[in-house]
């Protein structure tokens, strides 16, 4: 297999855009020697089993598993909804967006027999009562996917679901649910041994916001065509390609390199990813979970309070050249903008020559739309640089399973590289663990009645309200 993905970070460099707001390369090369000792440590990490998502691509069980689970599936449902939130839906959500047509969910001759995709990645009352009264319950397959088991959303959306399916299919309900969850842990592995739900194993050394590669992510890409098999072909392909302990030879280290010298010496507190591809938007959402639950931290490995990380952002060529780049290009100078660069279309629609002596028409004419795009990446890249705006560029051949498998290895690399870099744990979130016993309290569950009356009282000390 070809090179899947290629860094370009010159315009990340002091003599691209300033000693200002650039990184000199004799500052990355500073960087060396602690890189090569971080990288010991996540090698000694991935021995002791605590960085499973190193390991997912070399797997092949849970790639058997899921395919032959759709394969005996197939044809019998017409809808497929994944309940789940975060790392349990973003996922998901991306490899659907990147590698099936915008029109799947439309058209019956674009999925040949497959079921439709939905997933719920929210508790907004309207959207999941429209949805569920929209499927017919008795052609449809729920795959509820929750790590510990016990999340209040994910939970939420399931006792609706069971309660939908024991009304239509009475004691067969249980054969429209599929579990994803930890191997032992939680009230979700209880109710799969209860009701007899077919499921599959997150492993336990692999968080939420890794787990895109598990069959999390693996299972519902079967259901509606997307080969899990490429996909880890093409994330062990990068993993390879990203062994090296040499940092200007590691892509995934440079990118977390360049990331952590550009907010920590230059200000740059905002990562924006943008592709230049519709297909690789919910790419760039995925990316922001990663980067934000795994970087954002309050203390560092030694107790010391030192509130890091940057602020992802997601964008999208061209669509936000007309929305956001006014900011990037001439407002504050606190952002690294990444974008992902698509060589190759599978489309090859061309404009149709227009009437003469109209100069916004005459020049598309006879063009590749490919040709405009690339254009406008290449454009939107010089003006950014020329305003010494710092920015670099991964670049695959196409969006294929295997580029996308290799994008979500080569982030979850970066990811753990700069945890190091930080001297953060990049592998828990206790500040949404706090939002969670938050909403548990709230909801009355046992255990938690002294957090629920803190907060009650909290609720009506006097406010400012307008």
Not at 134 to 153: A, H, M, Q, W, Y
Not at 184 to 198: H, I, N
Not at 392 to 400: A, G, L, N
Request: positive net charge; aromatic residues 8%.
């Amino acid at each position: 297999m070809k090179k899947l993905i290629t860094l370009d970070y010159t315009n990340m460099s002091d003599a691209a855009v300033g000693a200002r707001n650039g990184v000199s390369i004799s500052a990355l090369k500073a960087l060396s020697d602690a890189v090569r000792k971080h990288h010991r440590n996540l090698i000694a990490m991935q021995k002791t089993g605590r960085l499973g998502f190193a390991d997912l691509p070399f797997d092949p069980q849970p790639v058997r598993a899921v395919q032959q689970s759709a394969r005996r599936r197939k044809g019998k449902y017409e809808n497929l909804v994944v309940l789940g939130i975060g790392g349990s839906a973003l996922g998901v959500t991306a490899l659907q967006t990147a590698l099936n047509s915008p029109l799947y969910n439309l058209d019956a001759r674009i999925r040949h027999g497959r079921p439709r995709l939905f997933v719920l990645d929210n508790v907004d009352p309207d959207a999941l009562d429209q949805v569920l009264s929209f499927v017919d319950p008795r052609k449809t397959l729920f795959n509820v996917i929750t790590k510990s088991g016990s999340t209040s959303e994910t939970m939420g959306q399931y006792l609706l679901v069971r309660k939908l399916l024991q009304d239509t299919l009475k004691g067969r309900f249980a054969q429209n649910i599929v579990c994803t969850t930890d191997a032992a842990k939680g009230d979700l592995r209880k109710l799969v041994a209860q009701d007899g739900y077919e499921s599959f194993v997150i492993p336990e050394n692999v968080g939420g916001r890794f787990s895109v590669l598990t069959p999390v992510g693996l299972f519902p890409a079967e259901m509606v065509g997307i080969p899990a098999d490429r996909l880890m072909a093409g994330a062990a392909h990068v993993a390879r390609e990203c062994s090296s302990a040499s940092l200007l030879k590691n892509p995934a280290y440079i990118f977390a390199a360049c990331q952590y010298l550009a907010a920590t010496k230059k200000g740059k507190n905002v990562a924006v990813l943008m592709p230049y591809a519709a297909s690789l938007r919910d790419v760039a959402d995925w990316f922001r979970q990663l980067w934000a639950e795994s970087l954002g931290k309050r203390v560092d490995t030694a107790g010391r309070v030192v509130h890091t990380g940057q602020t992802p952002v997601k964008a999208l060529g061209v669509t936000d050249q007309h929305s956001q780049m006014q900011l990037y290009v001439e407002g504050p100078a606190d952002k690294v903008v990444t974008f992902l660069h698509v060589e190759r279309f599978r489309s090859k629609l061309s404009f149709p020559r227009g009437p003469r002596g109209y100069s916004s028409l005459n020049y598309l004419g006879g063009k590749k739309v490919a040709d405009l795009m690339e254009a406008e990446f290449q454009g939107t890249r010089m003006a950014l640089t020329r305003s010494q705006r710092p920015n670099m560029t991964f670049s695959i051949r196409s969006v294929t399973p295997e580029a996308v498998g290799g994008l979500f290895q080569l982030f979850e690399l970066a990811n753990a590289m700069s945890g190091e870099l930080y001297g953060i744990n990049a592998f828990d979130q206790p500040g949404v663990e706090a939002g969670k016993e938050a909403a548990y309290a709230l909801m009355g569950r046992k255990g938690y009645d002294e957090l629920c009356r803190s907060i009650e009282s909290a609720m009506k000390a006097k406010a400012l309200r307008v």
